[in-house]
């Protein structure tokens, strides 16, 4: 049995003691069940994890003694998903499997044909959910959730950019490319005219991941799955 993680944000160094958040404490203390001496894992969301121990609880706190912290180096290429977000569930869960792929960052991509716009208190829902993503899997390294972003702004910022296309090269092509990358996924209507037009006036190539036309949340998982595995060699 995998022992259960929580997300201390102050995790700093071992041999301290300190109480985990008031909304960790109640998963430890409610859907954990958990008790004094119970052994537990910790994240801080920004590359340390650690080992500890629980030796107090009380009604709505757990206090711990951290015994080991370590340090991960985040995995390689750093890779962006530049998305037209899908909607309810659907987004729900392309956030949860990219964050446990290991994506750096998901910007919220605004298209022509997006079928929902990324509010303020959406983007707070999804930071939460990328805690539990990295939780479960326990990916040292949280997500961002970036701020919704036009085509134009996000390859402004790319250091590297592809799009997704249902005609562009085979993604195996890129499979060995090195650095950080950002790749944009449009919506189920596909881009429009005018922004495949923009990709081609900036010289950004198309990739794909097969034959068929996917679903937005299908495509984004599929390429992030290739990218991420560069780092194996």
């Not at 530049?82 to 392309?94: I, T």
């Not at 960052?105 to 716009?117: E, F």
């Not at 959730?145 to 249902?166: E, F, R, T």
Request: proline share 4%; charged share 20%.
């Amino acid at each position: 049995m995998a022992i259960p993680c929580f997300y201390l944000p102050e995790l700093e160094c071992d041999g301290v003691r300190v109480d985990l958040p008031e909304t960790e404490s109640a998963h430890a203390l409610q859907s954990r069940r958990l008790k004094s001496g119970a052994r537990i894992n910790l994240i801080n969301g920004r590359g340390l994890t650690g080992q500890a121990e629980i030796i107090k609880t009380t009604k709505r706190l757990v206090t711990v003694q951290v015994e080991s912290v370590t340090s991960h180096v985040r995995s390689e290429p750093g890779l962006t998903i530049a998305v037209a977000m899908p909607k309810g569930d659907r987004q729900k869960v392309m956030v949860d499997m990219l964050t446990q792929l290991g994506v750096t960052t998901i910007i919220p991509l605004v298209s022509r044909y997006s079928v929902t716009n990324v509010k303020e208190a959406q983007i707070k829902k999804l930071q939460r959910l990328v805690i539990e993503a990295c939780k479960q899997s326990q990916n040292p390294w949280f997500t961002e959730i970036a701020h919704p972003s036009s085509i134009a702004a996000v390859l402004d910022q790319a250091a590297a950019a592809y799009y997704a296309n249902q005609g562009g090269d085979s993604i195996s092509e890129y499979k060995n490319i090195e650095g950080p990358v950002t790749v944009l996924i449009g919506p189920e209507g596909g881009f429009s005219e005018s922004e495949v037009d923009e990709f081609e006036k900036n010289e950004i190539a198309s990739i794909s991941v097969g034959q068929h036309i996917l679903r937005t949340e299908t495509a984004a998982i599929a390429l992030a799955s290739v990218f991420m595995s560069n780092d194996d060699g």
